[in-house]
């Protein structure tokens, strides 16, 4: 039997509940008595450290209690100091939660917000949100490492916690104006209600008119919102205008399920969907691409010093399932993971996953089988070097059963080719026996095949299209010098490229290019032979020079049967860059000596594949001899700018303008130096650099003179190419 209190410990524990209750009672008279103060000496304090912190002047009408826990303000306004306005908002009401306040929490019951407007500038560099970006300074104390799982943690909490259970907002106006744009959302209404979000926005004076609803309960981190319009599509403002970027869709919903904090970790299960996702931009494709439907179980797992997405994240493209995971490391050292997998899909379910206008070639395709994705990619920022690199499609039973828009065995047989230079056509050869320069692949003399094939793709024949290895290396060069250059394209994709697809240099063409590189190779569209074959016949070696036979009879006056391992190796150097081909030589028709190096580079690839004989004299680079008639078109430049020309990529093979350019726009002249002629710092530092690469020993003045005009020509001549490439 239980043994009854004490009747003494049952009066001492009275007692001291009636003088808690007692405390308590004077204590919230006390500060219900003096609340009005104390909220004059809070707003007080707030307009201190507004100013002081971020230079912000706040002004508040008037400021009362209106109930137990309720307090309204009238005419509040913010403005930056030397600034425009920044904040007005006529009427704001707010309620707190009295047990949370309690424990020093903040949990906001009721808000009611009426006739506000924030107004965001940016006139001429000057922008009244800046504070927004500027750092406190704080020399009492010392950086410490944050913790990004904490930091995630606190964060979602802290503006869940500041997400009323009831809202009213009527009129609020948000605007944004700079020099070349101006965008206004106005708020018309918004209302949470019983856990449910309703809104009304119009958009740009009646543009618009969108809707921001579902359900809302921060509190139980439950929270489930769509975004959509009135009979037609959301569109982004601004960002067409700013980024040249176009996004519509029709509904784009969002969840939050679940967020927790274990282990150290941070982990938040989320879903995104989108409905009728219309993207253009001129990066990407030439044409809009869209994505009928699209969806994503996303779960963000934050570390103490990662964020991912994990591997349970699942992305939804139709029928297709795609299994990703992506992490980055940011110390001790930063680390990028990027993993992608399928499981077995249907092949056509695959394709029909595809978003529409992203890979028009392929439209229309009819398959069979079934096909399996795996993409692994490992990159420790230390070891740039030692970078991971796997991609492999798998089939099972894979067939074609009809081509899309696009034959792709249109290469099986005579077909018409028409190269592109700068984007215009130049004119159209027939790829085959009827053209008198289309030369067989047992009419090239070995030497030449070989010198390319171990320049440009040494496991030609036996690779599947794609050289991984290749591509890890062009990984690991394109990190380290910060910027996207030509490398991991073999012949199968070089061919590709130009036969099969436009011109223009976008990410959907790249991936639409590696798509059908895959389908020829794993599915015998057509034979090695015939791909070198007809690789050899349209590649470009000069302006307005395709095909091995209009380049040997070019620069050498000889059929491709004839061309020496010398002549071949030549051939092979210029591929990148071959409108530059003739830099490559002297006016006495010999080879310029900065090109030994690279003779003797693949000589010695090509000894090492028996391919040739170890020759310690060059692999023929002293027997090279240009065609006497072109030698008068050898401009007598300096080494050092020949070396720069002969260096400068193809404009039809750098797929580095898709993604980055390190150009800058030339500068012009202002009003007064125009007016007298006087030339800025950039000119004369152009001008000293042009002085330092002639050697002027043994010349006279006028020599120098005239080989600074040429200089100066060439120079000329490679800003307009780089304008013409856009990239200037």
């Known amino acids: 039997m239980m043994q009854r209190l004490n009747s003494r410990y049952i009066r001492i524990a009275g007692i001291i509940i009636i003088v808690l209750v007692v405390l308590l009672g004077i204590g919230g008279y006390i500060a219900y008595s003096k609340r009005g103060a104390l909220l004059e000496r809070a707003i007080a304090k707030a307009k201190l450290k507004a100013k002081k912190d971020y230079n912000l002047n706040l002004n508040i009408g008037s400021a009362s209690f209106s109930g137990l826990s309720t307090v309204s303000f009238s005419n509040i306004i913010v403005v930056p100091d030397g600034r425009d306005s920044l904040l007005s908002i006529k009427k704001f009401d707010i309620s707190v939660k009295l047990m949370p306040l309690i424990f020093g929490n903040v949990k906001l019951s009721d808000v009611v917000l009426e006739d506000g407007h924030l107004n965001l500038t940016d006139i001429k560099h000057v922008k009244n949100f800046d504070f927004l970006f500027k750092k406190k300074k704080d020399t009492t104390q010392t950086k410490s490492k944050v913790d990004l799982a904490e930091l995630a943690n606190n964060l979602i909490n802290q503006v869940l916690y500041k997400i009323p259970d009831n809202l009213n907002l009527k009129n609020f106006l948000i605007t944004f104006t700079s020099d070349s744009t101006k965008a206004k959302l106005l708020t018309q209404t918004a209302e949470i209600r019983n856990g449910k979000l309703s809104s009304t926005i119009i958009v740009n004076d009646n543009a618009a008119t969108w809707h921001l609803a579902g359900k809302m309960h921060p509190s139980d981190k439950d929270i489930a919102l769509s975004l959509y319009a009135d009979g037609k599509k959301v569109e982004v403002p601004f960002v067409e205008q700013r980024y040249h970027l176009k996004v519509n869709f029709d509904t784009i919903t969002t969840r939050l399920d679940k967020e927790e904090n274990s282990g150290g970790t941070t982990k938040i299960y989320g879903y995104w969907s989108v409905r009728n996702l219309t993207i253009n931009h001129p990066g990407l494709s030439s044409t809009d691409i869209v994505v009928p439907n699209g969806s994503i179980d996303a779960n963000v797992f934050v570390g103490k010093n990662y964020v991912s997405l994990d591997s349970s994240s699942r992305i939804y493209l139709r029928k297709a399932i795609i299994k990703p995971y992506l992490k980055y490391q940011l110390s001790p050292v930063k680390i990028y993971t990027a993993k992608v997998n399928t499981d077995w899909l249907n092949a056509q379910d695959v394709f029909d996953a595809f978003p529409q206008g992203m890979f028009d070639s392929l439209e229309g395709i009819q398959v069979s089988g079934k096909l399996k994705y795996h993409l692994h990619l490992f990159l420790d920022t230390s070891q740039p070097d ?343």
């Open 386 to 728: 030692s970078v991971q690199f796997e991609s492999a499609l798998t089939k099972d039973n894979f067939n074609i059963i009809k081509y899309g828009k696009t034959d792709l065995g249109k290469l099986n047989k005579p077909f018409i080719y028409t190269p592109y230079e700068k984007g215009k056509p130049m004119p159209a050869r027939t790829i085959g026996p009827s053209n008198p320069d289309y030369t067989p692949l047992d009419q090239i003399s070995a030497n030449a095949r070989n010198a390319v094939m171990t320049s440009e793709d040494p496991s030609f024949y036996t690779n599947h299209g794609f050289a991984v290895e290749s591509i890890r290396r062009s990984i690991a060069t394109d990190f380290k010098e910060h910027k996207f250059k030509r490398g991991g394209s073999t012949i199968s994709m070089q061919l590709i490229k130009n036969t099969f697809l436009s011109r223009e240099k976008t990410l959907s063409r790249k991936i639409e290019e590696i798509l059908i590189v895959w389908l020829i190779e794993n599915n015998n569209v057509m034979s090695k032979n015939r791909m070198l074959e007809v690789y050899f016949n349209i590649v470009e070696w000069g302006r307005n020079i395709y095909g091995i036979s209009e380049a040997s009879h070019y620069y050498f006056g000889k059929s491709p049967s004839e061309l020496t391992q010398g002549e071949g190796i030549y051939l092979a150097s210029i591929l990148p860059h071959p409108k530059t081909g003739l830099y490559s030589f002297l006016p006495d028709g010999t080879l310029r000596p900065s090109l030994h190096g690279y003779f003797n580079m693949i000589g010695r690839m090509m000894a090492g594949h028996g391919l040739t004989d170890v020759d310690t004299s060059g692999y023929g680079y002293s027997s090279v001899r240009l065609k006497a008639g072109l030698r008068q078109e050898i401009a007598p430049v300096p080494a050092s700018v020949a070396d720069s020309l002969m260096k400068q990529t193809n404009d039809d093979d750098d797929d580095s303008a898709l993604l980055n350019s390190q150009s800058q726009p030339e500068k012009k002249p202002t009003f007064f130096q125009r007016l007298f002629g006087k030339k800025d710092s950039a000119e004369i530092k152009k001008e000293k650099k042009i002085e330092s690469e002639i050697d002027t020993v043994g010349k006279t003045k006028k020599q120098i003179r005239q080989e600074k005009r040429a200089l100066k020509k060439l120079e000329k001549e490679r800003q307009k190419e780089l304008k013409d490439k856009g990239l200037l």
